[in-house]
């Protein structure tokens, strides 16, 4: 397994445990951790044994703060084009005036999704969530947070566009929440206990519980059959993308994920008379 400096990587009972691990920054994202992620969503794809993701963060003061701005004028450098007309900015890169040439890299990245990583991902917010980090928040699964988690998103209030941070929010909460969240910036953040009203979190914890609630989850749905799980997972979310229609269409080929030895297995369990023990949320 590849050795990191900015996260932490570990799989176990067929559940790998993605951990931010930049405490002291507050879990910023900078380049290297970029980089890093992107080789821990390859190893998620492509490694079979590997069910579901768990991604936290180490320490409770937060959980990603977002890009880390003292890494980002390095980047921009190297990396952004200006030009003087944001409607031809596809013409030069795709990068408008005042806009991080990094912000596209980083959303590609650090998104499983976006990296081909299609297995769930059981999210848990151990404090303060905000800007870059929505763009994870945006591709789990499963959000789970601690009572003093909290959500806010800095990118107006710094004369920055937020971007693909709305983009993703906008899949999660009600219209009105993200236009609130998106242009009050820093000057008000949204509890866990709001999150879990609109729905952008599933469950709100203590925060001695949290990874206990996190990893329920995450080994529970890693126990089941790989191709069930993760075609029903596509289906989810082409039903959530895509016009209706359109889903509906895709569902044989999100069904036929499924093998017949799983579908065989579960008809035998079935069969056996035996069920699930369960809990009530």
């Known amino acids: 397994m590849t050795s990191f400096d900015t996260i932490t990587f570990e799989v176990a009972e067929h559940v790998a445990t993605i951990t931010l691990n930049r405490p002291e920054a507050l879990n910023a994202i900078n380049t290297q951790m970029q980089l890093e992620l992107k080789t821990a969503w390859d190893e998620v794809h492509f490694n079979d044994d590997i069910h579901a993701v768990l991604l936290t963060a180490a320490g409770d003061r937060a959980f990603c703060v977002g890009a880390d701005r003292s890494d980002m004028g390095e980047v921009s450098a190297r990396r952004s084009t200006r030009v003087d007309d944001p409607s031809k900015a596809h013409l030069r890169g795709g990068v408008v005036p005042g806009a991080p040439g990094a912000e596209s890299t980083l959303e590609l990245n650090v998104c499983p999704k976006s990296m081909g990583a299609w297995k769930p991902v059981i999210t848990a917010v151990n404090g303060i969530a ?3 980090a929505f763009y994870m928040l945006g591709e789990s ?5 601690a009572e003093h988690a909290t959500f806010f998103d800095p990118h107006v209030t710094f004369g920055m566009v937020a971007g693909y941070e709305s983009v993703h929010m906008l899949q999660r909460m009600p219209l009105g929440e993200v236009l609130r969240m998106q242009l009050m910036g820093s000057r008000e953040r949204l509890s866990a206990g709001r999150a879990h009203q609109i729905g952008l979190v599933s469950e709100v914890v203590p925060a001695d519980r949290l990874h206990e609630a996190a990893w329920h989850v995450a080994s529970t749905i890693a126990g089941y059959a790989p191709g069930a799980v993760q075609g029903t997972l596509r289906a989810i979310w082409a039903a959530r993308e895509l016009p209706k229609s359109v889903a509906l269409q895709l569902s044989p080929q999100f069904i ?12 035998r369990t079935f069969e056996s008379g035996k069920r699930a023990e369960w809990r009530l949320r």
């Open 130 to 132: 905000c800007g870059g």
């Open 256 to 267: 036929g994920m499924a093998s017949l030895d799983d579908w065989a297995a579960g008809q």
């Open 141 to 145: 699964d499963i959000i789970i947070a």
